[in-house]
């Protein structure tokens, strides 16, 4: 049976270890999508079940906090994806239309999430999720690099 206090705690240290050895580097090729994506004007949001500080401190560290319009990570208050809410609330707070938008990631929930927003949604293969388990959740484009993305675009 499953001690919730000893699972709280486990649950705690992993958080703290985790957010003093985080780090994170972009991709190839993301730094030049969002310079693109800003000098075209369009608004760009991050939107991740990590923990707040984690997600956060990971952005900071791989210097891509400038080209961030509105940024929702899990701080207790919202529904995690595949939910929707946070991608619904970024489309309120930036004014965007769902048809026009689009939620790339790395996971089967981000595409669910998307997809339950109505926005276009594009995997990248190079993430946690296999290829072909990316390509059953049915996203609108599937790109092996970023930098195909941006071309399309």
């Known amino acids: 049976m499953e001690d919730p206090v000893l699972v709280a705690r486990a649950s705690e240290i992993f958080r ?7 780090y994170a580097e972009p991709f190839v090729g993301v ?30 560290l791989a210097n891509l906090v400038s ?7 899990d701080d207790g208050s919202m529904r995690l994806k595949p939910c929707p809410d946070a991608i619904e609330q970024v ?26 927003a109505h926005v276009l949604t594009c995997s990248v293969t190079y993430g946690y999720t296999d290829r072909n388990v990316l390509s059953q959740a049915g ?15």
Do not use: W
């Open 67 to 73: 080209y961030i319009d509105v940024f929702k990570s």
């Open 91 to 116: 489309l309120r707070e930036t004014g965007a239309a769902a048809p026009g938008s689009l939620m790339i990631g790395d996971s089967c929930v981000d595409i669910k999430a998307g997809q339950a």
């Open 139 to 153: 996203p609108d484009f599937l790109v092996d690099d970023i930098r195909d993305l941006g071309r399309m675009l």
């Open 31 to 60: 730094p030049e999508l969002l310079t693109a994506l800003v000098a075209a004007r369009k608004k760009i949001a991050v939107v991740s079940n990590k923990p707040h500080p984690i997600a956060e401190k990971q952005l900071r």
């Open 16 to 22: 703290e270890r985790y957010l003093s050895d985080c």
